[in-house]
């Protein structure tokens, strides 16, 4: 099984810039603050790297007319994922940038910890889970989630998922035996609402995906169950229908307990 160190929610953030004095202090900033940051060059062709963030920040020195598609193309690819520009603009390119759908944009003058700050804080207000109780881990038969690491095992052996695929089983064994509709599934997963069926269409892409890994990890694609016209829910019952299979939440801090 891979170590991973715990990590805080809010702390992977994507920082998008050209390499300057002020960029790279922002960097070192950032990390210094907790941040997991990850960099990316600054171009036309920017993209999210195949992996979880919690926020971008757009980092530059100077703000031209052939950047203003990047914060965008990001926010537009991952709109659950708050998008932070850092630039110098002109007033009227404030309301802009901000109308055009970026969370938030911090003045160059903006002092280093305030930006750290400022990421944190978009984080906990558009997290669909903030305030609520979240265990380290959550056991339902032989899988096992892993919510701080962001991780998934079959019998103590991780499977490769998808963030997309990760959020939907971590949302699913927090309530094993409970039918989820499919629009709250797609609110948790996209930080968006939309209409059922097309929630239902885009989560059946990844919802197949899913059941392949589980059913090649031994799981079996009966693991995620769909309930006709109302939704998904993660199978707690062993494969002859008992349900005495234990299902377990466990802190850093606390011992597993069966329910």
Known sequence: ????????????????????????????????????????????????????FDAALVAVDQWTATLQSVPLVLKRARPDVPVVLSAPLLPSSIEEVLDAGIDAWLDVATPLTGVAAQIRALHRLRSPNRGKFEPESATVRGLTVHYARREALVNGHPIPLTPTEFRIVAHLARQPGRVVSHGELFH???????????????LKVHLSRLRGKLAHAGLGEEMIVTVRGFGYLLERRG???????PVSESTDDSPSYAR
């Not at 941040?35 to 979880?52: K, N, S, V």
């Not at 494969?239 to 299979?245: A, H, K, S």
Request: no cysteine.
């Open 1 to 52: 099984m891979s170590t991973h160190r715990t990590e805080r929610p809010g702390e992977r953030v994507l920082v998008v810039s050209v390499p300057s004095p002020r960029s790279d202090a922002m960097f070192a900033s950032l990390r210094q603050h907790g941040l997991i940051a990850t960099a990316a060059p600054l171009g036309p062709d920017i993209g999210w790297p195949d992996a979880e």
């Open 188 to 202: 948790e997963v996209h930080g968006y609402d939309t209409a059922e069926q097309e929630a239902k269409d885009i």
């Open 239 to 245: 494969p002859l229908g008992r349900d005495d299979e």
